[in-house]
């Protein structure tokens, strides 16, 4: 089996908590705040944070830009405005692949050992959850692979069906790598 898949883990909680260098958040392209994981995300670091964000002046979908973390235990924070997804045919799941991509370009720039990511775009963006999970463990594995960048991963799920597609699809993943490796 792939080494990297040690160190990547599925986990259920508020990410805000997480004893991470750097944790991701599902931002939207003014990256000035917003509800859901970026709420949670801006009321925890404290209003610091927005000042730099502001400074930044948005961001694309599909993109990601850095900040420092302030109050929260993380070094940095990674936002990437995920899509929008309206029927699936508007290049929503290549925007889903370069979010999880240009997070991981940061991360591994800036030498982060670990990191935490949510689901992006599935909640008030509304990328059906199966899919965006195929998406996110699919892009990141394919970069550590092709990178040789091993930081320690954590997928964050907030809700309980999140948590479950995010359970099943690792394991599925895992047997998969197991079989081509044998
Ligand atoms: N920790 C981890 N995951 C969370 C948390 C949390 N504290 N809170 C919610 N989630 P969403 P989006 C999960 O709506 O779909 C914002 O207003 C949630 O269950 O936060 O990318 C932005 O400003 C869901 O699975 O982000 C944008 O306008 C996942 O995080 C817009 O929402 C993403 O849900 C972005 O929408």
Do not use: W
């Amino acid at each position: 089996m792939k080494s990297f898949l040690e160190k990547i883990f599925i986990a259920k909680g508020d990410i805000t908590s997480f004893d991470v260098e750097a944790i991701v958040n599902a931002a939207n392209t003014s990256l000035l705040g917003g509800g859901g994981v970026d709420g949670a995300i801006h009321k925890a670091a404290g209003p610091e944070l927005l000042k730099e964000c502001i400074s930044l002046k948005g961001c694309e979908s599909g993109k990601a830009k850095i900040t420092k973390a302030y109050r929260l235990m993380a070094k940095y924070i990674i936002h990437t405005p995920g899509p929008i997804y309206k029927n699936g045919k508007s290049g929503e799941s290549s925007l889903l692949e370069s979010c999880y991509k240009n997070c991981m370009t940061l991360a591994k720039e800036y030498n982060i050992s670990s990191i935490a990511f949510p689901a992006i775009s599935t909640g008030v963006y509304s990328f059906p959850k199966e899919d965006a999970c195929k998406i996110a463990l699919k892009t990141v594995f394919a970069f550590v692979d092709k990178e040789k960048y091993f930081p320690t991963i954590y997928f964050v799920l907030y809700d309980d069906e999140n948590f479950l597609i995010y359970k099943n699809e690792f394991e599925k993943v895992k047997n998969e790598l197991q079989t081509i490796s044998e």
